[in-house]
């Protein structure tokens, strides 16, 4: 579903697509369409408009599916995905008013919080390398 389609959903309804209200969404407009007049822009344009990447930002982040399947729904290559998600995510989490608070601000006794967020996005394990000694068994040669 393109942003054409989903700005026709009811405001009930596009939250429970998007995981924002139709005014947040439009407030990230704004401050993406912002940043991106700021910026001077060389290359091939995008082949999603501002709006679609958002959206597109908030279906990874809403349903977290892979770049893979994202990219084949929307029509764009699996390394466009991974790219414009993270241009959205930087462009909003510099702006104010998306900004997670910080452990301080949790811990202080007079912060009336009504939802703390989780993030549980995967991060890769260091593993030690794989190498051929390390698997190597040393026979000790017994002599009877």
């Not at 009930?12 to 407030?27: D, H, I, Y």
């Amino acid at each position: 579903m393109n942003y054409e389609q989903a700005k026709q959903l009811k405001p009930n309804e596009f939250k429970r697509l998007t995981g924002v209200a139709p005014q947040t969404f439009n407030r990230m407009v704004k401050i993406v369409k912002k940043q991106a007049k700021a910026k001077r822009k060389s290359g091939r344009p995008s082949k999603l408009s501002l709006e679609n990447q958002i959206l597109m930002t908030l279906e990874y982040l809403r349903e977290y599916r892979t770049y893979f399947h994202i990219g084949k729904s929307w029509g764009v290559h699996e390394s466009n995905v991974y790219r414009t998600i993270k241009k959205i995510e930087n462009i909003l989490i510099r702006e104010k008013d998306f900004r997670l608070l910080g452990k301080k601000e949790l811990f202080k006794e007079n912060n009336n919080l009504t939802t703390v967020v989780i993030d549980v996005t995967e991060s890769p394990i260091e593993r030690p390398k794989k190498n051929k000694n390390s698997f190597t068994v040393v026979r000790k040669s017994s002599i009877h």
